[in-house]
């Protein structure tokens, strides 16, 4: 069974702040993707980022960078001198083959206040 | 690009009703997956449709069904509407074997009185 923890349910910060969502996964599939999506007030979802199971390298993208550690099944996400615009739910996702669809935590409020 | 497109945005129905939701899906992907999404919550995988086949299926009742045009357009529709159906129904297109990379509409927002 595949499963998404999210154990933050808000996260309220002051601008340029840097904030960091936790997000814990479980599965017995070796083969895997782990995605964040955000998803503003007007409801879409948007994709931010995909790791696979074989790349353990964490990166930086702009203001975004993750930390993904195989051994302790942790996927974090960190906005680096938060905005006002990053202001959403973030949601963690699992991708696995033998499911082959996205299985989403419950998702983390990010407000940022200026 | 066109971008995926749901429709109504909005909508209210009685309980015993029953609804159809609309998407088109990104230009060039063939494969339609549909979640629904209570408040508060994240999404719950529903269907997911392939060359007008479904493709997999959640867990979620029969009268929870769905199809796809030879165009990629895909609609939900549930039958006998009850109070939990209350919920953003988001849809999402990709291509196939694209491992998770999904692309959501903006999701119609479904309330049942």
């Known amino acids: 069974a595949q499963k998404v923890t999210q154990a933050q349910t808000e996260i309220s910060v002051v601008e340029k702040e840097d904030v960091t969502l936790d997000c814990v996964y479980e599965?017995?599939?070796?083969?895997?993707?782990l995605f964040w999506y955000k998803q503003p007030p007007s409801g879409e979802l948007v994709f931010l980022i995909r790791r696979n199971s074989f790349d353990e390298q964490n990166e930086i993208s702009g203001r975004y960078s993750w930390n993904f550690q195989k051994s302790t099944s942790s996927f974090n996400f960190t906005i680096t001198a938060s905005q006002v615009v990053d202001s959403a739910v973030y949601f963690c996702?699992?991708?696995?083959?033998?499911?082959?669809?996205?299985?989403f935590g419950a998702g983390t409020q990010v407000v940022v206040t200026p | 690009e066109t971008g995926v497109t749901q429709s109504p945005t909005h909508l209210i129905k009685t309980r015993g009703q029953q609804v159809t939701l609309r998407c088109s899906s990104q230009s060039g992907h063939n494969t339609v997956s549909w979640y629904q999404q209570a408040l508060g919550q994240g999404p719950q995988f529903i269907f997911q449709?392939?060359?007008?086949?479904?493709?997999g299926r959640g867990n979620f009742p029969p009268r929870f069904s769905g199809l796809q045009f030879p165009n990629y357009s895909s609609e939900l529709n549930v039958n006998a509407l009850e109070l939990d159906d209350s919920a953003l129904y988001l849809c999402a297109s990709s291509l196939p074997y694209q491992s998770g990379e999904l692309f959501f509409g903006e999701g119609s927002r479904l309330t049942v009185l």
């Open positions: 449709y392939y060359r007008e086949e479904e493709n």
């Open positions: 996702a699992l991708f696995t083959d033998s499911w082959g669809k996205l299985q």
């Open positions: 599965t017995r599939d070796t083969t895997y993707y």
